[in-house]
């Protein structure tokens, strides 16, 4: 019983990962410089304030802020 | 036929199949069937050379499909070709040839194999995943074993592994060494994995890996497993951020589990201490005493499995004829490569272990304060502490040639591959060597990025 459960969990984990593994392969960069990460921070900060402002919610003056300075720079 | 036999089979075919959507998968289809041993589960993987299989397609699948940013060849992988190359040679000088070429079979695969990976493997999502596939298919050896000593207190001399073999990653002593070893690795993927969705339920996962893991260490009753414990710990002291938070967790778990391990596991482990009475302890001790006795008349070793030739005696103190024992394997991982290789052999071994260890200390201070490289910088250390504890625990055992070793010394040339692209990348176009101009993939969507 337990050696067929671990058995199971190990090759689903394994599996997952594989799945998970060839979906990224394809859309993350490969080798993620300075620039590319800055980039992709800027990116979440400005779908985290877009989804609070869809929410209807307060955003934070200070994700504002980030989120400006992010997309002067761009 | 059995559901199980089926059930495997099919994960095996589906490694084969997820190959041809990205070929790196064959490559860990190939590390899947050497850690997880599908072909002792199932009788249909076990009718058809499943590795060879998965070798070949790995290899076919890289060279046809997969040649995007083909990495510099490095001095590792060259190092360990001459390595391989060197291994064969002393075939030919080989005391028991027979046992040898049964030990260059698998032994020369894993050595190869290792010197592949390190030109498949480039990007975070390859190096990840290797580590993670290599985690949770060592993870059935010690999920079995652990659950079945948290559950039953286990007991010394009792098999209760997954499968009633002894080799590879179900024998005690080499289990005992893998469990202690992947604990750096699970830590690093706990915090920075990227295949498994942050959530509450991957850190309670990867803690639990961690208990597993221990349990499965202790559940051995190696004392191998006790000089991976205090390696493993001091290192990832040394590593912690919050020092005094590690003493305080790393005392409360030592006296949990000893409060909690069976008292033969202690009278096992005390043991140690009893080199000179001991016989398993003294026997290692006359062994390696026999070893360099022998390689100073051969010193280009004997090729695999010289220590079959061995003649041990074991002296005794009431006056009684000794005894004398034939055949004892070196229980050592460098005096395994310096018994059968000679000396240029374990010149090679050794260069090739320090220039991996080497490779992580540069890494370390190369990404100290980048926060686009965080990852590689913990990645860095958490490979180096696993490797030291690989290599503290192959003080005891004939490890030498088993692949965890192996893949510990070859993913830091992987991961300094990866950083060396990096570095080329913002040092800008124009120092970047012709490969380098190829197109590599673009920056992922917010939205890709947001789903990590």
Request: net charge positive; glycine share 8%.
């Amino acid at each position: 019983m337990i050696n067929d459960v671990s058995i199971v969990i190990s090759t689903v984990m394994v599996m997952y990962i594989v799945w998970r593994a060839i979906r990224f392969d394809r859309t993350l960069p490969w080798f993620e410089t300075r620039s590319l990460y800055e980039q992709a921070k800027a990116q979440r900060t400005a779908a985290k304030v877009k989804a609070a402002r869809s929410r209807k919610l307060g955003v934070p003056e200070e994700l504002l802020r980030h989120a400006n300075a992010s997309t002067d720079r761009r | 036929m059995g559901l199980s036999d089926l059930y495997v089979a099919l994960i095996y075919a589906a490694f084969l199949m997820m190959g041809f959507a990205a070929p790196f998968v064959f490559t860990l289809g190939y590390m899947w069937v050497d850690t997880f041993y599908p072909q002792f589960i199932s009788t249909l993987v076990g009718q058809v050379p499943s590795a060879m299989i998965m070798g070949i397609a790995a290899i076919a699948g890289y060279i046809l499909l997969d040649r995007r940013s083909p990495p510099r060849l490095s001095f590792h992988t060259i190092l360990t070709l001459i390595f391989a190359g060197w291994v064969t040679l002393t075939l030919s000088w080989a005391e028991r040839p027979d046992a040898a070429w049964d030990k260059w079979e698998w032994a020369f695969k894993v050595v190869v194999f290792a010197a592949f990976m390190t030109v498949v493997l480039r990007s975070r999502v390859h190096i990840e995943a290797f580590l993670q596939v290599f985690l949770f298919a060592a993870g059935v050896h010690m999920m079995a074993l652990g659950t079945k000593t948290m559950l039953s207190g286990s007991g010394y001399g009792r098999n209760m592994g997954i499968f009633p073999t002894n080799a590879g990653l179900t024998e005690s002593s080499t289990l005992a060494a893998v469990s202690v070893a992947v604990i750096p690795i699970i830590l690093y993927l706990r915090a920075h994995a990227i295949l498994i969705p942050k959530s509450r339920f991957r850190d309670l996962g990867y803690l639990g890996l961690i208990i597993i893991a221990i349990f499965s260490a202790i559940g051995t009753y190696a004392r191998t497993a006790l000089v991976g414990f205090l390696v493993v710990g001091v290192f990832l002291w040394l590593q912690s951020r919050r020092k005094i938070l590690f003493t305080v967790c790393a005392a409360a778990l030592v006296i949990g589990f000893s409060a909690i391990t069976a008292a033969t596991w202690s009278e096992r482990i005390d043991t140690t201490a009893d080199y000179d009475t001991e016989g398993s302890a003294l026997g290692r001790i006359l062994v390696w005493e026999w070893t360099l006795g022998y390689v100073a008349d051969h010193p280009l070793g004997g090729g695999f499995n010289s220590f079959l030739v061995d003649r041990i005696e074991f002296p005794t103190t009431n006056g009684q004829a000794p005894l004398v024992v034939y055949g004892k394997a070196f229980h050592n991982m460098f005096f395994e490569v310096l018994g059968e290789h000679g000396y240029p052999g374990l010149a090679m071994y050794v260069t090739l272990l320090s220039l991996s260890l080497w490779y992580m200390l540069s890494v370390m201070r190369r990404t100290r304060g980048q926060p686009h490289l965080l990852w590689v910088h913990d990645l860095a250390g958490a490979l180096m502490t696993s490797l030291l504890t690989i290599m503290a625990c192959g003080c005891f055992v004939g490890i030498a040639f088993q692949a965890t070793v192996w893949y510990l010394m070859t993913l830091p040339v992987c991961l300094n591959g990866y950083l060396h692209r990096v570095e080329q990348l913002e040092g800008g176009a124009a120092d970047q060597p012709p490969w380098m101009a190829r197109p590599v993939h673009q920056a992922m969507p917010a939205a890709a990025r947001m789903a990590r």
